[in-house]
């Protein structure tokens, strides 16, 4: 079995600033991590392998200081490495993006079949949930989106089931391997790394894939020519002006507590007594 986990190298959300004069994202002196939602995906990846063993490659496309997120997967316990950087690569959006680790992962199929994609829901830097998706249609892969669970999976019948959430609870889905799966954040807790993965992290070749070795058979559906996406306008949200209200109740009581604040939300919201009566009934 041959997993192809994506992840990619993000800026770190909670030092980003926004500049108050051109409103555009300030990336100087902010540090980069491995997108959180990815780290699950490899955790998933790594604990499949582990049951039923297998090769775990981890692919990333950015520029060479992406680097250092696949060496980090390496020390959690990946098996190979392939970084997919070029300068017609620049400027891309999650189109763009999908083509080009859709052709990266069709060169990794030819030297050993690829059975499983995995990616994270999405990344914290775009929020698009849009390049998983894309790989697999690009692919022709079944496509689980939201997994939260991989319940089986069956090598010989190339068949899977899987636990995804969606808005009515959970649904229970059994589809053929290949697939894409991106997985939901919380379904399992990142392993840490061993001495030994950190000594073969740091010694290990990553593979450095140019648009060529990457199997790009069009460079203009990639990087800005091939990026149809358009941001008008980057901005901090408004702060917001009301200030926060003290309720006082007469006693400590649980009961008095929520009572009061029944009755404070009904007096400023008159229909929401109604409407809830009416739900419930």
């Given at each position: 079995?041959h997993?192809?986990?994506?992840?990619?190298?993000?800026?770190?959300?909670?030092?980003?600033?926004v500049?108050?004069?051109?409103n555009?994202?300030?990336r100087?002196?902010?540090?980069?991590?491995v997108?959180?939602?990815?780290?699950?995906?490899?955790?998933?990846?790594?604990?499949?392998?582990?049951?039923?063993?297998?090769?775990?490659?981890?692919?990333t496309?950015?520029?060479?200081?992406?680097?250092?997120?696949?060496?980090?997967?390496?020390?959690?316990?990946?098996?190979?490495?392939?970084?997919?950087?070029?300068r017609?690569?620049?400027g891309?959006?999650?189109?763009?993006?999908?083509?080009?680790?859709?052709?990266?992962i069709?060169?990794?199929?030819?030297?050993?079949?690829?059975?499983?994609?995995f990616?994270?829901k999405?990344?914290?830097?775009?929020?698009?949930?849009?390049?998983?998706?894309?790989i697999?249609?690009?692919?022709?892969?079944?496509?689980?989106t939201?997994?939260?669970?991989?319940?089986?999976?069956?090598?010989?019948?190339?068949?899977?089931?899987?636990?995804?959430?969606?808005?009515?609870?959970v649904?229970v889905?059994?589809?053929s391997?290949?697939?894409?799966?991106?997985?939901?954040?919380?379904?399992?807790?990142?392993?840490?790394?061993?001495?030994?993965?950190?000594?073969?992290?740091?010694?290990?070749?990553?593979?450095?894939?140019?648009?060529?070795?990457a199997?790009?058979?069009?460079?203009?559906?990639?990087?800005?020519?091939g990026?149809p996406?358009?941001?008008?306008?980057?901005?901090?949200?408004?702060p917001?002006?009301?200030?926060?209200?003290?309720?006082?109740?007469?006693?400590?009581d649980p009961?008095?507590?929520?009572?009061?604040?029944?009755?404070k939300m009904?007096?400023?919201h008159?229909?929401?007594?109604?409407?809830?009566?009416?739900r419930?009934?």
């Open positions: 079995m997993i192809v986990v994506c992840i990619k190298q993000v800026p770190d959300s909670a030092q980003i600033r500049h108050p004069v051109t555009t994202i300030m100087q002196g902010v540090p980069a991590i997108n959180p939602y990815d780290l699950f995906a490899l955790e998933e990846a790594l604990r499949l392998k582990d049951q039923y063993g297998g090769r775990v490659t981890v692919l496309m950015g520029p060479p200081m992406a680097e250092a997120a696949l060496r980090k997967a390496i020390s959690y316990g990946a098996d190979d490495a392939v970084l997919v950087t070029d017609v690569f620049a891309s959006d999650t189109l763009a993006t999908s083509y080009a680790l859709a052709s990266a069709g060169q990794i199929h030819k030297d050993m079949p690829v059975d499983l994609v990616t994270g999405q990344t914290i830097d775009g929020d698009t949930a849009q390049v998983g998706p894309g697999a249609k690009r692919l022709d892969m079944q496509l689980l939201y997994v939260s669970k991989v319940r089986s999976l069956d090598i010989d019948h190339k068949e899977i089931i899987v636990e995804r959430r969606s808005e009515g609870g649904q889905l059994k589809t391997i290949p697939s894409l799966i991106t997985v939901l954040e919380g379904s399992n807790e990142m392993r840490f790394a061993t001495m030994a993965n950190m000594f073969r992290a740091s010694r290990y070749p990553v593979k450095v894939w140019n648009k060529e070795l199997g790009i058979e069009d460079p203009t559906k990639t990087g800005l020519k990026s996406t358009v941001v008008s306008k980057v901005f901090a949200p408004t917001r002006a009301v200030k926060a209200e003290i309720i006082q109740c007469e006693s400590d009961k008095d507590l929520s009572v009061t604040l029944l009755a009904f007096a400023k008159p229909k929401l007594e109604k409407e809830i009566a009416k419930a009934a």
